[in-house]
């Protein structure tokens, strides 16, 4: 059956599939609930220039719902369990539920435009030209959690690690170039990468253990954690 699909299952898909056929193949009855979550492949949310995000079907194309509010250009967004956060120009975060669209909560306190989102298991964070990373708790109410300083804007926030680490870029500012390494659990700097000579803007995890970062300095680079 697996070999029949047009794609390689994950990792997640591969398993229930195994574990489901270990339970048709035992003499007691079956009790298992298989669930889809958003992720799957078979929809796409975009961050719009007109203050709004989109709910994508893939198949067909169509728009299947249009999260609206902002009041700036919506800059970024992510998928966590059911919601959907968008992080804008406005200077807000807005959490929405998947499903029907509606406004959750809106996450206040960034006092420049907001343009680095990502979200854990646990936490949300966001980074802003204010030269703050802030996480908040996933959970109701959203409560934030801390602020980290830094030096220049922060351009991009990435969790990694099975969600153990986070990682933010910086922009202008004395902390130009830098990439900042935070544990989640106690939300302290165990690691700077220091090299790129202009604003940092993009920063991805890789599935070894490495760093990947893109800069305004024509450069991307690789980095290992020490």
């Given at each position: 059956l697996l070999k029949s699909l047009p794609y390689t299952p994950t990792g997640a898909q591969s398993r229930a599939f195994r574990q489901i056929s270990e339970d048709m193949a035992s003499t007691s009855p079956m009790r298992r609930m298989l669930q889809g979550d958003v992720g799957a492949g078979k929809t796409l949310v975009s961050a719009r220039a007109d203050h709004s995000a989109s709910h994508w079907d893939l198949e067909t194309g169509a728009r299947l719902l249009t999260f609206e509010g902002h009041q700036g250009e919506c800059y970024g967004v992510c998928l966590a369990k059911s919601l959907v956060l968008t992080c804008s120009?406005?200077?807000?975060?807005?959490?929405?539920?998947?499903?029907?669209?509606?406004?959750?909560?809106?996450?206040?306190?960034?006092?420049?435009?907001?343009?680095?989102?990502?979200?854990?298991?646990?936490?949300?964070?966001?980074?802003?030209?204010?030269?703050?990373?802030?996480?908040?708790?996933?959970?109701?109410?959203y409560k934030q959690i801390c602020t980290l300083h830094h030096d220049g804007?922060?351009?991009?926030?990435?969790?990694?690690?099975?969600?153990?680490?986070?990682?933010?870029?910086?922009?202008?500012?004395?902390?130009?170039?830098?990439?900042?390494?935070?544990?989640?659990?106690?939300?302290?700097?165990?690691?700077?990468?220091?090299?790129?000579?202009?604003?940092?803007?993009?920063?991805?995890?890789?599935?070894?253990?490495?760093?990947?970062?893109?800069?305004?300095?024509?450069?991307?680079?690789?980095w290992r954690e020490a």
């Open positions: 120009f406005d200077r807000t975060v807005r959490v929405y539920d998947l499903r029907s669209a509606e406004l959750v909560s809106c996450l206040q306190g960034h006092e420049k435009e907001v343009i680095g989102l990502d979200c854990s298991d646990r936490a949300i964070a966001t980074g802003s030209d204010d030269g703050t990373c802030r996480v908040w708790d996933l959970r109701k109410p804007e922060v351009k991009r926030v990435k969790f990694g690690r099975a969600d153990s680490k986070l990682a933010t870029c910086s922009g202008a500012g004395p902390g130009r170039g830098l990439v900042r390494i935070y544990d989640t659990a106690s939300l302290h700097c165990v690691g700077v990468a220091a090299g790129h000579q202009e604003t940092v803007f993009d920063v991805a995890w890789g599935v070894d253990g490495h760093i990947f970062t893109a800069s305004h300095d024509a450069t991307w680079r690789s």
